[in-house]
């Protein structure tokens, strides 16, 4: 599969697992973004995309977790 899992980066610097093959991410209004999954799960967070590794399949996020 060619979906990449997506991250939290916490203030210590470390990654917390969000999603697991994500298959969509959508911007939305106040700083948000949605999260789609292969299998049509949904999370919403407060954060923004620090870094995104195509080849490694990852996805950085930074922000607040809502």
């Keep these: ?3 990449s899992n997506a991250y ?4 210590s610097g470390d ?3 969000l999603m697991e ?4 991410i959508t911007p939305l209004p106040d700083g948000e973004v949605e ?3 292969l299998f049509g799960d949904r999370l919403t967070i407060k954060a923004g995309i ?4 195509l080849l ?6 930074s922000g607040t977790d809502s």
């Design 35 to 37: 999260l789609v999954g």
């Design 56 to 61: 490694k399949h990852r996805i950085i996020m």
């Design 50 to 53: 620090k870094e995104m590794d």
């Design 8 to 11: 939290l980066l916490d203030s």
């Design 1 to 3: 599969m060619c979906q």
């Design 21 to 24: 093959d994500v298959s969509l």
């Design 15 to 17: 990654e917390k697992l």
